[in-house]
């Protein structure tokens, strides 16, 4: 069964940093351009950066100088450092992979839920 597990979320004063991790488990061939999605309370899901199996990366206006995604290809993980956080930051985070299992397939976490708050 193929997994995609996220972690690291919590509550984060502004200013503060977080990282969060996103393990990509069970069997699977080959794994293609991973990110991270974000959704806040009345808003729709939104990009927050991708990056794919070769290390191009792209992120959103809004977290632009501020958070890094990287991956680890060798552990079938990804990871989002997010600095300088701001309450508008605050957001369920939701970790994608696109997968081959028996066929090419997008895959979604569970969320982690971020806070910023003073």
């Known amino acids: 069964q193929v997994q995609v597990v996220e972690s690291g979320g919590g509550l984060v004063q502004p200013g503060g940093s977080l990282r969060l991790s996103c393990l990509a488990s069970?069997?699977?061939?080959?794994?293609?351009?991973m990110g991270w999605y974000r959704q806040a309370p009345g808003k729709q899901r939104e990009l927050v950066a991708r990056?794919?199996?070769?290390?191009?990366?792209n992120y959103a206006d809004s977290v632009k100088g501020r958070f890094t995604i990287s991956r680890d290809n060798a552990k079938n993980m990804v990871y989002l450092q997010m600095n300088s956080l701001k309450p508008e930051d605050t957001a369920i985070y939701y970790c994608?992979?696109?997968?081959?299992?028996?066929?090419?397939?997008?895959?979604w976490g569970q969320g982690t839920q971020v806070t910023v708050s003073s």
């Open positions: 994608n992979a696109g997968l081959y299992t028996t066929r090419w397939s997008d895959y």
């Open positions: 069970g069997k699977i061939i080959g794994i293609n351009a």
């Open positions: 990056i794919t199996s070769g290390g191009g990366s």
